[in-house]
């Protein structure tokens, strides 16, 4: 039966971010930029320790143990780390609590696309100065009066990273607005702008335990800031679901945080075959922008990318593509395994190798 629609005059509509695609069969999975080795080898320890009765108390719902952990990692105080379910938990509730002027919120137009879809569902005006040719962010478009401002460094789908000068700069021009810095891939960049937290009372750092910590699947995030923004953060959470945090995601993220060795060795691994995987592609006659990222962004100048990207898929091989006017001709590689990185240039080349132009 179709609901009448005098009932649905009154219902939020909002036009939802699109995920990427999981298949349930076996492929290789370079589209949503997951980390292709197992997390920590403390959370398959934890996991055993775990009885099926814990769940049936609530978790904390300060998620102490997390908090701690990140606090300790990052020397920072427990009451600047907030944590949520994955960061696009903790980003979702950063637009509604900080994003309140009702003056437009600044984003670059190409950018994690979540961003728009959160501004639409929370009815937060916004403007999305151009990246230049080269997809950097110019710096000049983010001074100029506005209700916030929130970015990816790196950058997604770009992979570019920008240096924490660039940042303070954006910052230091801002003192009135809130400036968000989307580090979900910062562990495969550089310096965090968790540095500047201590400086710049305007600013938000949020990272992922998706990437980098492989654990995209458990749905881990967080924040780290000044003690008085994590507050509003808090107050905002348990005005909307205080139990955010599962045991197993509290008791796992502590674990993971702590193996710092793992970690590094993890992120070298994935750089070590990101730059492989840079000089193939380039040698395969790609153009790449230059990856700072668990992932490539890439164009080939004789070949479609979308119809790269469905053969690919045929194939097996999982990648990302949009149809978006200025990012059309490119495909967003996330780095796999060598052995993941090996099939998928040996069908690129089998396709070169043939002169099978499909431009
Ligand atoms: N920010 C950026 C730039 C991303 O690419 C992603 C991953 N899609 C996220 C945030 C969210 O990641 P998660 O919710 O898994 O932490």
């Known amino acids: 039966m179709a609901v009448r629609p005098e ?30 080795y197992p997390p920590a080898p403390g959370v398959q320890r934890v996991l055993e320790t775990m009885d099926s009765a814990d769940f049936r108390l609530y978790p904390d719902p300060a998620s ?11 020397k920072v105080g427990e009451d600047q780390v907030f944590v949520g379910v994955g960061s696009d938990d903790v980003l979702s509730l950063c637009f509604l609590t900080f994003f309140n002027s009702g003056k437009p919120v600044l984003f670059p137009d ?23 040719e080269n997809f950097r962010i110019r710096k000049e478009d983010y001074y100029r009066e506005n209700g916030g401002i929130i970015f990816p460094n790196p950058n997604a789908p770009t992979a570019i990273y920008e240096d924490l000068d ?33 400086k710049y009372d305007n600013l938000i750092v949020t990272q992922t335990f998706s990437k980098a910590r492989s654990m995209a699947g458990m749905r881990i995030g967080y924040a780290i800031s000044n003690p008085d923004l994590i507050r509003c953060l808090n107050d905002v959470k348990y005005s909307f679901n205080s139990y955010t945090m599962s045991r197993a995601a509290l008791a796992c993220g502590a674990a993971a945080v702590e193996d710092k060795e793992y970690f590094a060795e993890s992120v070298g691994r994935i750089i070590k075959t990101r730059e ?47 149809n ?20 998928l240039f040996e069908f690129l080349r089998a396709k070169i190798r043939s002169g099978n132009v499909i431009a």
């Open 324 to 343: 978006d006017e200025r990012i059309r001709d490119y495909l967003r590689i996330t780095v796999g395994t060598e052995e993941e990185m090996d099939r």
């Open 110 to 132: 190409i950018t994690y696309s979540f961003y728009k879809v959160w501004a639409g569902l929370y009815r937060i005006p916004y403007e999305c100065p151009k990246l230049d």
């Open 276 to 322: 492989r995987a840079e000089k193939t592609l380039a040698e395969l006659g790609f153009e790449l922008t230059e990856s700072r990222a668990n992932f490539l962004f890439a164009r080939h100048l004789e070949y479609d990318a979308g119809k790269l990207f469905e053969e690919l898929k045929d194939a097996g091989i999982y990648v990302r593509h949009w």
């Open 7 to 36: 009932l649905l005059e009154n219902i939020r509509a909002v036009e939802p971010y699109t995920p990427g695609e999981q298949p349930q069969e076996k492929v290789i999975k370079l589209n949503t930029n997951e980390n292709p």
């Open 166 to 198: 660039f940042v303070e700069d954006i910052l230091a021009h801002n003192r009135d607005s809130i400036v968000i810095v989307d580090e979900a891939y910062v562990d495969f960049a550089g310096k965090s702008a968790i540095e500047l937290v201590g």
């Open 64 to 74: 102490s143990v997390l908090v701690h952990a990140l606090a300790d990692n990052y």
